[in-house]
């Protein structure tokens, strides 16, 4: 009994040693590996540093360039929003200027034009009662056909750009030099007194000129003509292309005065 005891503390003994040594052994061969496999983890781990940045970098330009897109789109949004309201406002200017200009124009109707001063005046269906005034701007389709040179209650004469008598001080858009436009009494219209070392050439626009107290400036006339000659003095004078057909007037319109029963209440109720 105490033999087997022995044999077996001794088969133990021998079994605990051979583990310790094992142990033993394997304890620097684990740190050593551990170590190595630590290196080699470290080496791996840089060839991923330029495809970790490059992932990343595509991915931040991916989100900016949606980004951007999204702020494009919203801006040419805000643009079309933008030209909508500005075309809205436009039309409600053009209506208002429009319903403006329909209490001063008056559409007047040609009802005489003598032979004898074909060039010189035209009568027109309008008068004092519809608030023509003398002076006042006689036009065709936006350009200057003459000046109201007398008004009765129901009608009125009207003198035309032809008319040898009529002189209207006016400047020339491009250059804005000054001159004066009168006619020739023979359906001519003429620019005057306008120095002959002018840069003018065919083609410029001619309008009313502000110092001129007669007429409102800025109102077309036409344009300048190939057409010049040379006077006295050092001037140059240009034929003027009148914008309106002053050879087929059947119409005018004429900027006017506000009758009594156009005007309207300021505020409040009406008198009873």
């Keep these: 009994m105490t033999e087997k005891y022995s044999e077996r503390e001794w088969i133990h003994g021998l079994l605990a040693l051979a583990a310790s040594l094992l142990l033993l052994a394997a304890a620097p061969r684990r740190e050593f590996f551990r170590g190595a496999v630590d290196f080699v983890g470290e080496v791996l781990r840089y060839p991923e540093y330029p495809a970790v940045f ?6 931040e330009f991916s989100v900016w360039f949606a980004d951007r897109y999204v702020l494009q789109e919203r801006l040419n949004t805000l643009k079309e929003e933008n030209e909508r309201l ?43 009662h ?12 936006g350009f200057l056909a003459g000046r109201v040179s007398g008004a009765e209650d129901d009608f009125a004469w009207v003198e035309l750009l032809s008319s040898s008598s009529l002189m209207i001080p006016v400047v020339i858009e491009e250059t804005r030099d000054l001159g004066v436009v009168a006619g020739d009494g023979e359906g001519g219209v003429w620019l005057l007194y306008v120095p002959e070392n002018r840069m003018l050439k065919s083609g410029m626009r001619v309008s009313t000129a502000m110092v001129s107290e007669a007429l409102p400036p800025g109102i077309p006339l036409g344009s300048l003509g190939e057409e010049r000659r040379e006077t ?18 059947y119409a005018l319109e004429v900027l ?3 009758t009594p029963s156009q005007e309207k209440p300021a505020g409040g ?3 009873l």
């Design 256 to 258: 006017g005065l506000r």
């Design 86 to 128: 500005n075309l809205v406002w436009s039309m409600e200017n053009a209506r208002n200027l429009r319903r403006e200009l329909d209490g001063f124009v008056r559409y007047a109707r040609i009802t005489l034009r003598e032979p004898l001063s074909w060039w010189a005046e035209v009568r027109i269906n309008k008068g004092v």
């Design 54 to 59: 490059i992932e990343r970098t595509t991915r």
């Design 232 to 249: 006295s003095g050092g001037y140059t004078e240009w034929r003027i292309l009148p914008g309106a057909s002053l050879s087929q007037l």
């Design 269 to 271: 109720r009406s008198g």
């Design 130 to 141: 519809d608030g023509v005034v003398v002076g006042a701007p006689a036009l065709q389709s």
